[in-house]
């Protein structure tokens, strides 16, 4: 079965400092992976995937994440963190099974940005 | 794109009513999904539909969940009976593109409190 585990549920950075989320995946065929950001009170809106197109992906608001099929891990990093990064971080995986594509979400990362 | 709208955004209920929610996918988008949320945990996927045809049900909907997509646009899904174990934030999502790698658009989602 397909799953993402992201390490720490809550992560604090200094405004300016590096951004850098962590998440690992399992999967027995090559995965695709998402990174999705949700802030407070609203939906949750798509900030970069991985399609096995190419390992270093870039995303919106800065982000980019590296696939690294041996260490089965998709981070998400950031060089510079401000304050309008501060929300909930979702790492998923689409899993193909009965009539659609699923995704599979880890259980999320609080990012704060302290000033 | 005025993007994905979801009615109400909130809901309080008394255990053992029965509460009904609506989502109003993206225009030209002809899938559209339900996830659940729950206090530190991420969404997880409870249906799908294309068009009208609802094609996969989660284990996680009991018979106490009903959802409809009629002519193939807004969704409902509906709890009978609720239970205090039902309070969650329920998101609808919605795509046009079939394939592993396809975006979801979020709504803002409706978060259910049962008392």
């Not at chain 1, 991985?50 to 998400?76: C, D, R």
């Not at chain 2, 993007?3 to 002809?30: A, L, M, W, Y």
Request: charged share 15%.
């Amino acid at each position: 079965a397909q799953s993402v585990t992201q390490l720490g549920s809550h992560v604090s950075v200094s405004e300016g400092a590096l951004v850098l989320l962590r998440c690992n995946y399992s999967s027995s065929v090559p995965p695709y992976l998402f990174w999705y950001v949700q802030y407070p009170n609203q939906g949750l809106q798509l900030l970069l995937k991985y399609t096995s197109a190419a390992t270093l992906v870039k995303g919106i608001n800065g982000f980019e994440a590296e696939f690294k099929k041996s260490e089965t891990s998709f981070h998400l990093t950031k060089p510079s963190a401000h304050m309008s990064d501060a929300a909930e971080y979702f790492c998923a995986v689409s899993v193909y099974g009965g009539a659609t594509n699923k995704l599979i979400f880890g259980t999320g990362t609080l990012l704060a940005v302290q000033p | 794109d005025t993007g994905v709208s979801q009615n109400p955004r909130h809901k309080i209920t008394k255990r053992g009513q029965n509460v009904t929610f609506r989502c109003d996918p993206i225009s030209e988008h002809n899938r559209l999904y339900w996830y659940r949320q729950t206090l530190g945990q991420g969404p997880e996927f409870l249906t799908y539909f294309q068009n009208e045809a609802q094609l996969e049900k989660s284990r996680l909907l009991s018979d106490r969940f009903s959802a409809e997509r009629p002519k193939g646009s807004f969704s409902t899904l509906e709890i009978q009976r609720t239970e205090q174990g039902d309070s969650a934030m329920y998101l609808c999502a919605s795509s046009s593109k079939q394939g592993g790698a396809e975006k979801l658009f979020f709504g803002s989602g409706t978060q259910l409190s049962v008392l």
